[in-house]
């Protein structure tokens, strides 16, 4: 232990002080020191590097309050979400070859919050007023299209089309064919059937109406060179030509119904 000595001196006295037996000396020196100080610039040198590398991210990056964000990768980019309990519930997997997308519902909004495109495992809905499809190939439907207006842009022809197999449209009230500057044309290469199941006329209105390649039966009375015919009608409904006479000529060609 450190003895402590009092000492009482009156004025005009002198009296030597005893040496400190034990002096102490605060602070580090030697080796310690030099450590602490290499510690220090360590961690300087490690702040530094940390810091021009924290720069150079940003900057490779892109991230600037000014500029967009992008991430790259040389495989794939993706992002998920996830519940409390950590299940994922939506995934976006941007690949070399395809986008995935791995959510119960994907919609897509513009940039006023009005739905343009939504779908999810039961239906498509397409939020704006016109679908339009720009491919040489027109739209491919798998299986029946409902829909209340089908149309064409300006000074473009519509067309519905079936390659190799049968097109039907069903409509409960009618389907109506207008074409208000042009004609209507229907073309096939076996038989075209017009029935109605319940009427009992098939209604031709118009001014002139033509049946350019009915056949037509041989022979004609005296005076025919008018060329003027009449429509003969066989009892299975055939048409065919018979060249007009005073009297209906149609029982003299009636080997055509045959």
């Known amino acids: 232990m450190v003895r402590e000595q009092y000492t009482t001196t009156t004025e005009g006295t002198h009296i030597e002080r005893p040496e400190d037996q034990y002096v102490y000396k605060i602070g580090i020196y030697g080796w310690r020191k030099r450590c602490l100080y290499l510690f220090v610039l360590l961690l300087l040198v490690i702040l530094l590097v940390n810091l021009a590398l924290t720069i150079w991210i940003l900057k490779v990056m892109w991230f600037s309050p000014e500029s967009s964000l992008l991430l790259q990768s040389t495989q794939n980019v993706t992002m998920s979400a996830r519940d409390p309990e950590g299940e994922v519930t939506g995934r976006l997997s941007v690949g070399p070859k395809m986008v995935d997308v791995q959510s119960p519902q994907l919609q897509i909004n513009s940039k006023d919050g009005r739905m343009l495109f939504t779908v999810d495992e039961k239906q498509v809905v397409v939020g704006p007023d016109r679908l339009r499809v720009t491919g040489p ?99 299975d409904g055939k048409l065919y030509l018979s060249v007009a006479g005073v009297e209906t000529t149609c029982h003299k060609n009636t080997q055509v119904c045959l």
Not at 207 to 214: F, M
């Open 137 to 235: 190939e027109g739209a491919l439907f798998e299986h029946s299209v409902e829909t209340p207006l089908v149309t064409a842009d300006l000074f473009d022809e519509l067309r519905l089309e079936s390659p190799t197999r049968s097109l039907s449209m069903d409509a409960p009230k009618g389907v109506h064919i207008n074409a208000r500057t042009g004609k209507v044309e229907a073309l096939s290469q076996v038989d075209i059937i017009l029935h109605s199941s319940d009427g009992e006329q098939l209604v031709l209105d118009a001014d002139t109406v033509l049946l350019p390649k009915l056949i037509q039966g041989s022979g004609g009375p005296a005076g025919s060179w008018q060329r003027l015919y009449e429509i003969c009608v066989c009892p």
